[in-house]
Nanobody, 117 residues
Framework: QVQLVESGGGLVQPGGSLGLSCAASVSGFSISAMGWYRQAPGKQRELVARIRSSGSTNYADSVKGRFAISTNNAKNTVYLQMNSLQPEDTAVYYC???????????WGKGTLVTVSS
């Protein structure tokens, strides 16, 4: 089983920064990719950033140049450094992990990021 626990959300002023962390507890699976998604009220969940076990990354166009995703050496923790935050970044941010072979997705419970003055 895979369990994901996010941390680091909170309130920040426009132009500020926040760092999110997600720790994965894995039993019987290996993870092929981890990522961050976000969902604002009344909107669809969208990809923010993703990093594969190879180290390759993908970013939503809206966050390129502002956000950076990374993992620890064991690749069981994923980080999202968010800079130059804007009100439109306000959302619940969810950690995601995809396991090998089955391709199943696992989700954390989310952490709220609020960007407001």
């Amino acid at each position: 089983q895979v369990q994901l626990v996010e941390s680091g959300g909170g309130l920040v002023q426009p132009g500020g920064s926040l760092g999110l962390s997600c720790a994965a507890s894995v039993s019987g699976f290996s993870i092929s990719a981890m990522g961050w998604y976000r969902q604002a009220p009344g909107k669809q969940r969208e990809l923010v950033a993703r990093i594969r076990s190879s180290g390759s990354t993908n970013y939503a166009d809206s966050v390129k140049g502002r956000f950076a995703i990374s993992t620890n050496n064991a690749k069981n923790t994923v980080y999202l450094q968010m800079n130059s935050l804007q009100p439109e970044d306000t959302a619940v941010y969810y950690c995601n992990a995809r396991v090998r072979m089955s391709g199943m997705d696992y989700w954390g419970k989310g952490t709220l990021v609020t960007v407001s003055s």
